[in-house]
């Protein structure tokens, strides 16, 4: 048995010509990162095989971008999107949380220092409800303490006085999407507690079935 363990371990050593190694030019990065700048990875957060035809010819008529777009297909249901204009990403960038077939969609910036592999898909943006807040709450300090456990607020929706009045407020946070949604917070005003309700806009298939009130706002 020993023997034969250590057969193996010696059939996984390297050898000298694959312990060498191999250096990143400097052009090389200087060449990705103008061409990189210019691309995102996405994900389709679906257990089945999506339609990449459907995939590729759906989100190009709902982007609806000035310049060319290219779809690669990475592994399924992960892509490659170039764009030929940085203003035609940012304008994907900025309408997420998008979703095909009511299956979310994960992008992420492309980074050259990583291969596939280390690629994660953890986190997409969302417009979060934050419902049963009092007035008193409803600003930006209030929203960033109540987004306090998500991954990143990135916004409070609030007016030019900075307050956000109204049926319930509005927060954009990072949300991890391999976890169980949050569902709300406890919050203590003087002897008062009270729970606050959030509803998360157009949540997907993918997302909502780990468990949240959400709102569904149809995704055109």
């Known amino acids: 048995m020993v023997e034969d ?19 990143l ?6 060449s990705y990162n103008i061409k990189g700048e210019l691309c995102l990875l996405a ?18 008529k709902i982007w609806n971008t000035e310049g060319w777009l290219t779809f690669k297909e990475l592994e399924t249901n992960q892509f490659l999107i170039e764009f030929q204009l940085h203003s035609d990403k940012q304008k994907v960038l ?10 979310l969609v994960c992008m992420k910036e492309l980074e050259g220092i990583l ?3 280390e690629v ?28 306090a456990g998500l991954e990143r607020v990135l916004e409070v ?14 927060i954009k946070a990072e949300v991890n999407v391999t976890k169980p949604l949050v569902r709300g917070h406890f919050l203590k005003f003087g002897n008062k507690q009270s ?15 780990v468990g949240a009130s959400c709102t569904r706002k149809e995704f055109v």
């Open 94 to 103: 900025q309408g997420r949380p998008w979703s095909f077939d009511r299956h």
């Open 157 to 170: 929706e609030v007016d030019i006085e900075g307050y956000g009045w109204g049926s319930f407020s509005r």
């Open 195 to 209: 729970w606050l309700s959030f509803k998360y806009e157009r949540l997907p298939i993918s997302v909502s079935s």
């Open 115 to 117: 291969s596939l592999s």
């Open 43 to 60: 994900k389709i957060f679906n257990y089945r095989t999506a339609n990449r035809e459907a995939f590729k010819t759906t989100m190009s």
């Open 5 to 23: 363990i250590t057969r193996r371990w010696e059939s996984l050593k390297l050898t000298k010509e694959e312990q060498e190694e191999i250096t």
């Open 120 to 147: 994660h898909f953890l986190t997409e943006p969302f417009w979060i409800q934050v419902h049963n807040l009092p007035f008193a709450g409803m600003n930006k300090e209030m929203g960033m303490l109540v987004g």
């Open 25 to 30: 030019p400097d052009k090389v990065v200087l």
